[in-house]
């Protein structure tokens, strides 16, 4: 029997091919590929940055980005995915959850998301965890793909409770 064990680790310059080995297979244009790649760099460096690494048995499955701001007190997901194989295992809430932990610990009044309008399983996976929808915004994607928000906003005992 194989044990399996989930780490989620926080991420580094040296996880660069992680994120394509996690994204390609998904079917992610590699414009935001690329994009995701480069931010695995700047995500180390900065405090209002973040970026964790999901792993089993060593091997990259998952990962996020999130974003604190100051200006609002608000935090962004700026990433988030798991490779296909392991979808529906409770892999992106635990990643959620962390990010979410990493707001708290900004004092963040919430956190959000921005995924196209079509990404239907991802727009569940938020409602089911408690995100609730923002706004639509016109081709925020493409010229074709329009993007949706969804915002948590926690309460005063969960920004204490990190």
Known sequence: MTVISLQI???????????RSILEPIGWAEQY???????????????????YLALINETPIGFIFVEYR????????????????YHRQGIARQLVDKAESFARSKNARGIYVDTPVKNIGGRAFYEAIGYQLGYIMPRYYEDTLDGVTYQ????MEQRMAD
């Not at 480069?38 to 180390?44: C, E, L």
């Not at 948590?152 to 309460?155: D, P």
């Open 9 to 19: 680790m926080t991420i580094g310059p040296e996880h660069r091919p992680a994120i």
């Open 33 to 51: 590929i690329a994009s995701c790649e480069q931010m695995v760099t700047q995500y180390s460096h900065d405090p209002h940055l973040a970026g």
């Open 70 to 85: 100051d200006w609002n007190q608000l935090s962004q997901i700026q990433g988030l995915a798991v490779h296909p194989a």
């Open 152 to 155: 948590k906003f926690f309460t």
